[in-house]
């Protein structure tokens, strides 16, 4: 069962900005796993705008929000991004009955968009309806 649905959107310049004007930036919100992934990029900031419009997405699916970036990793495997939830939320999703996030990223020249779907046994997000 879907139990939440997050989508988040994030301008790749402005945020290549604010990783120049704010150099603990992206120390504050992502893994050292994270920031290596996007270091070894020729574009990094792409990479990080797109992780971090993941993690955006995935607060929004879990009804939270995001306020504790780190706990919540867009880790990179074989194939399609995946999350590790921890500390906080990974209570929090567990306490939800979230077993599962599905994640999808993409990016361009100028934007990089991030959906995630939690699933589980938990109860739908207030903000999803069912039709009757």
Not at 44 to 57: D, G, I
Not at 66 to 73: A, F, H, I
Not at 88 to 97: F, I, M, P, S
Not at 108 to 114: C, I, K, T, W
Request: hydrophobic share 40%; charged share 25%.
């Amino acid at each position: 069962m879907i139990v939440g649905v997050g989508i988040d959107v994030i301008e790749i310049d402005r945020f290549e900005t604010s990783l120049k004007r704010q150099p603990r930036l992206a120390e504050r919100c992502f893994t050292q796993a994270e920031s290596a992934y996007c270091a070894a990029k020729p574009f990094p900031p792409q990479h990080y705008a797109a992780r971090f419009a993941a993690k955006e997405a995935v607060g929004k699916a879990l009804g939270r929000g995001m306020t504790r970036w780190r706990e919540v990793e867009v880790v990179r495997g074989r194939g399609a991004p995946t999350v590790a939830l921890h500390g906080h939320y990974a209570e929090w999703a567990a306490a939800r009955g979230v077993t599962r996030i599905t994640l999808s990223i993409t990016h361009s020249r100028g934007v990089a968009v991030a959906v995630a779907i939690a699933e589980g046994e938990g109860e739908p997000s207030p903000n999803i309806t069912w039709p009757d």
